[in-house]
């Protein structure tokens, strides 16, 4: 049977760090602080934004909270993105996605300030990732690594699946795992005997966005199991992109949903919003 990886407790752990490290900047009269922009009611990221303000409060970030009608135009949410860039009291911006179709995603994340952008989702922070120099590093993808690490498990030499190629979790969620030594197989749709992949693989990452994808005959005795996977089934509860049940009969770690990777991707947005903070007062 495998250990199970509890993200809630590593979460609350790196959550407990950036505390102390906010405390510190205090004492320097440093004080982090986040602007967390919404546009519209979409209820998932009503809920998303509440808890990014409550993990604000509880590490001590200053949240500046923007909450905008779906009305409003793409030119005044640039302006108000603008504005913070300017805003030198503002160290991270966070626009919560998706956004109404009559703004431009795109043209709004490069419109965020790389120094500010704690989603890491810029292509400047993406460029720097793929050189294995980033500072500000996605969230989600990052706090894969922080489960797996702190789990005590070495990345160094493994073979790793990861399942999904998106911008946001895992093209970045590959390159993390190279910049740590594994050898990546990147895996999508047109993948040919994908089973084949994960079979041969020491640690796979599930992030296709299909509820139990990855089944129990899928992987090899003793694998590492890192489900991103969040699916909402018809009896409202959530499912990840892994067969737990049968995986975890085969796996050595497994994180299950929720209360694994879930967690992990707050935790990675306040230390990104530290991290930005201390390179923007040149610490
Ligand atoms: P996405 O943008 O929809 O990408 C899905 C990826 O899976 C694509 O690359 C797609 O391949 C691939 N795929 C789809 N069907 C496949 C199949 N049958 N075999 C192999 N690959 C297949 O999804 P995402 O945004 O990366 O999210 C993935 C999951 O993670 C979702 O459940 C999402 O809710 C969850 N998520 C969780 C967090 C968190 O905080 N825990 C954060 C972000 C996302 P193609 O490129 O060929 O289409």
Do not use: W
């Amino acid at each position: 049977m495998a250990q199970i990886i509890d993200g809630k407790k590593i979460s609350l752990e790196i959550k407990d760090e950036v505390k102390k490290e906010v405390e510190t900047l205090a004492k320097k009269s440093i004080n982090p602080c986040l602007a967390v922009i919404l546009v519209g009611e979409n209820p998932a990221s009503l809920v998303y934004v509440r808890n990014k303000k409550k993990a604000c409060e509880y590490v001590g970030i200053k949240s500046l909270s923007y909450e905008l009608s779906s009305g409003t135009t793409e030119k005044e949410l640039l302006d108000l993105i603008d504005s913070l860039n300017k805003n030198p009291e503002c160290n991270g911006i966070l626009v919560q996605l998706p956004l109404p179709k009559h703004i431009n995603e795109d043209k709004v994340l490069l419109s965020i300030s790389p120094e500010k952008d704690v989603d890491g989702f810029h292509p400047f922070n993406v460029g720097l990732l793929s050189i294995g120099n980033a500072v500000l590093k996605a969230c989600t993808p990052a706090g894969c690594i922080e489960l797996i690490k702190r789990s005590g498990i070495d990345i160094s030499g493994k073979k790793c699946a990861v399942l999904g190629r998106s911008n946001i979790v895992g093209k970045p969620v590959s390159m993390l795992l190279t910049a740590e030594n594994a050898t990546v197989t990147l895996c999508h749709s047109k993948t040919k005997d994908i089973i084949n992949e994960t079979k041969n693989a020491d640690i796979i990452i599930a992030a296709v966005g299909k509820p139990k994808f990855l089944k129990g005959d899928m992987i090899s005795d003793g694998a590492v199991i890192i489900d991103v996977g969040i699916n909402r089934m018809e009896n409202g509860k959530l499912c990840g992109d892994v067969n737990f049940d049968e995986c975890e009969k085969k796996a050595s770690f497994i994180t299950p949903v929720p209360g694994g990777v879930g967690p992990m991707t707050i935790a990675m947005l306040m230390k990104n919003c530290v991290l930005a903070c201390k390179s923007q007062n040149k610490i």
